[in-house]
């Protein structure tokens, strides 16, 4: 009788556990992979405090310096005079050789001025040299005529009544009240080119005023 051949079966009963086991296995092999592999939070750089920067100082600012009195000026007298005068002053001065300052003053007071003085720079004499007269054989030959001049005073400072270190000071005297004093000075060129100086017009050693109150000193320009 002939037999039929089948493959064998295995028993799927006992395949089963060894699959479950085997599931069992690899889940908790994959749980403590995931487990042991997990990164761990690492602490991030702190950052470095940051330092001020240092502000620089404040420069000091430089100290305003002193503008230079301009060539020769005059320093303005302690003492002054509270009275007028009308001061007029018309240079006729060639770029050599000798001229003249022409030199007006009408006293607006009503006292009268005992002792008229006109100032300058004794260093205008470098460039200008101003003169009450002209230097003439006959003022100082022997046996010439009287000496006779305008002015009382012709004094280069310092000198014995308070004129100033400097200065040269040529007085007239007296101006009565309301009185003109009209003269010329003689100015001879010592060297070419243009010149400013200043003229005060004083009471003894006290500046007197000009019309309007203003001190009795004029900045006279010659070109």
């Known amino acids: ?41 690492s602490a991030l750089p702190s950052a470095a405090p940051s330092v001020p920067s240092a502000s620089p100082q404040p420069s000091a600012s430089p100290a305003p310096t002193a503008t230079p009195e301009p060539a ?33 003053v009408v006293s607006l007071s009503d006292t009268r001025i005992d002792e008229l003085v006109l100032r300058w720079s004794t260093d205008l004499g470098d460039v200008i040299l101003l003169a009450p007269f ?39 005297g007296p ?10 000075l003689v100015a001879t060129r010592q060297s070419a080119g243009a010149v400013s100086f200043d003229l005060q017009l004083l009471a003894e050693e006290s500046l007197l005023h000009l019309e309007g109150g203003d001190p009795a000193e004029l900045r006279v320009d010659i070109s």
């Not at 001061?87 to 022409?102: E, I, K, Q, Y």
């Not at 101006?175 to 010329?184: C, E, I, Q, R, V």
């Open 1 to 41: 009788m002939a037999e039929h051949v089948r493959p064998k079966r295995r028993h799927a009963a006992g395949l089963v556990p060894l699959a479950r086991a085997l599931v069992l296995a690899l889940g908790l092999g994959a749980c403590t992979a995931t487990d042991s592999a997990s990164p761990t939070a």
């Open 72 to 104: 020769f000026s005059l320093d303005l007298p302690t003492a002054t005079d509270a009275r007028e005068v009308r001061l007029t002053v018309t240079p006729r001065v060639p770029a050599d050789g000798v001229g003249a300052l022409d030199v007006v």
């Open 134 to 172: 002209e230097p003439a054989e006959a003022r100082i030959a022997d046996g010439g005529p009287p000496l006779l001049q305008d002015w009382t005073k012709w004094v280069e400072g310092p000198g014995e009544r308070g004129e100033p270190p400097g200065t040269t000071s040529l007085g007239w």
């Open 175 to 184: 101006l009565d009240p309301g009185a003109t004093l009209d003269f010329s």
